[in-house]
Each structure stands twice: as structure tokens, then as C-alpha cells.
């Protein structure tokens, strides 16, 4: 009887394996032009294989429009990542986020924070990983 469930169960898990891998998770994350306040928030619905991601982005711009794009990269060790932002529905093209852990004596305490450099215009993106 042990061996049977065994074997069921280890059946199971190989049937489900492929799935397995690719975990699903919600990113919360908010864009700030450094140039001003203008910015949005909204979530990166993200999946993983190994260190890879891909995901897709729908953010609330604050005059209320929506921004969509899609996200690929890649988590180095550390919770670094290297992410490109690519589609954007707002027409900025190059993007490329280099994300980390907060370090130093700011007011973000988790998370993860860094620049985005769009075709020479910088935006600071904030994520907050759910799922992981």
C-alpha cells in the first residue's frame, strides 16, 4: 500500500513539474519620472523558470490613462535583477531596470528599487514581490 502511494504521488509530481517551475507571483511596483512627480502604480504579474522572468505589466498612470508593457529579464544573486521593459503602451523605448534591495538610510525599508533607463530618461521603479 506505502509503495503504491508512493508511486502515485511521485507520478503526480512529475506530471506536475513543468508547472511547478514556472511560479506565478504579483509584483506591486510604482514608476516615477526624475524629472517630476508624474509617475503610476500597478502590478507586474511575473512567472518564473529558474532565474528567468517574463511577465506582463498594467500600471495606473496619475492622470488616471493605463500603461501596459511587457517584462523579461533575469534575478542574479542577491535579489538583483536585470529587467527590460519592452511594448510600453506610453511609446518609451530602451528600457532597462536594474532592481535591488534597498541599501542606505532611505524611507523604503523592502523591497526592491532602482533606475530604468528609457532612451536617456530615467525613472525610479519600486517593487514589492508577493509570491516569491
Not at 504579474?45 to 495606473?60: F, H, L, M, V
Not at 541599501?103 to 526592491?112: I, K, V
Amino acid at each position: 500500500m506505502k509503495k503504491l502511494a508512493f508511486a502515485a504521488t511521485t507520478a503526480a509530481l512529475i506530471l506536475c513539474g513543468p508547472t511547478l517551475a514556472l511560479a506565478a507571483e504579483q509584483w506591486l511596483v510604482t514608476e516615477e519620472n526624475t524629472g517630476g512627480v508624474k509617475g503610476g502604480q500597478g502590478n507586474w504579474a511575473i512567472t518564473r523558470d529558474g532565474s528567468k522572468i517574463k511577465g506582463t505589466a498594467e500600471i495606473q498612470s496619475d492622470n488616471g490613462s493605463m500603461l501596459t508593457y511587457k517584462v523579461d529579464g533575469e534575478e542574479a544573486a542577491g535579489d538583483n535583477y536585470t529587467i527590460t521593459m519592452s511594448d510600453r503602451s506610453d511609446g518609451k523605448k530602451g528600457c532597462v531596470w536594474k532592481g535591488h534591495p534597498p541599501s542606505g538610510a532611505g524611507s523604503q525599508q523592502r523591497g526592491l528599487v532602482g533606475y530604468a533607463e528609457c532612451d536617456g530618461e530615467k525613472l525610479i521603479v519600486r517593487a514589492s514581490v508577493f509570491g516569491k
